[in-house]
């Protein structure tokens, strides 16, 4: 019984070490440069930059490994060092990942949102259509026939103009959202910005951060 513990407890350490000298970035050579995200080196396809202020074996990431973490947080600070990312758009996506409009966040009432400011775009669509079609003083005539002429009108022409302002500002909101979404960001390597002032240089690029949305 007592060397069936003993064995048991053998494996379980052997387990523990093996599974910490793979996940553990501590365990590896401090010369080999690693992504603080996914633990994996430096690809043809992505190359390891230097985002922020942080130096060791936290110092490097990936681009794509920062934008997801950037995009899932909505935060462009570096929670170890405290320090902003640069970010550089550099275009949108292929026309293959271009995601729609969507919701603010998962919460009902952003859905509901979403769909009155859809629902109110459409109205105007039609509303702009037979002002066109008809001019718009046949259009106020077809208003003031449905509702009449008295207090009703001018409720429903104030909240027309509420509702035209505040849907307006939602569709901007909307559409800030979706471009985001659907940028592809570079993020500015500092390493590259600290080698050229070594080197008594300076860096002519400019970039400017934007802010992420839920």
Excluded at 80 to 91: K, N
Excluded at 143 to 149: S, W
Aim: net charge neutral; with cysteine; aromatic share 14%.
């Amino acid at each position: 019984m007592m060397c069936t513990m003993i064995d048991r407890n053998e494996e379980q350490t052997l387990k523990t070490a093996r599974s910490e000298t793979v996940c553990s970035p501590k365990n590896l050579s401090t010369k080999t440069m690693l992504c603080r995200i996914c633990f994996d080196t430096e690809t043809n396809l992505d190359h390891l930059i230097r985002p922020c202020a942080c130096s060791g074996t936290v110092a490097f990431v990936h681009n794509s490994c920062l934008e997801r973490w950037v995009r899932a947080t909505s935060n462009i600070q570096c929670t170890i060092c405290q320090s902003e990312f640069e970010l550089i758009p550099a275009g949108l996506k292929e026309w293959k990942d271009i995601s729609f409009p969507k919701p603010l966040s998962d919460l009902p009432e952003d859905y509901m949102e979403f769909g009155c400011t859809i629902a109110w775009v459409i109205y105007m669509f039609r509303f702009a259509y037979v002002g066109l079609r008809h001019g718009s003083s046949t259009m106020v005539e077809h208003v003031d026939a449905a509702i009449g002429t008295g207090t009703l009108r001018s409720l429903w022409w104030l909240s027309f103009w509420f509702n035209f302002l505040y849907y307006g500002a939602m569709c901007f909101i909307f559409y800030e959202k979706w471009l985001i979404d659907n940028t592809v960001f570079q993020f500015k390597d500092k390493s590259t910005e600290q080698h050229l002032k070594s080197t008594g240089k300076t860096s002519t690029t400019k970039s400017r951060n934007m802010k992420f949305l839920n």
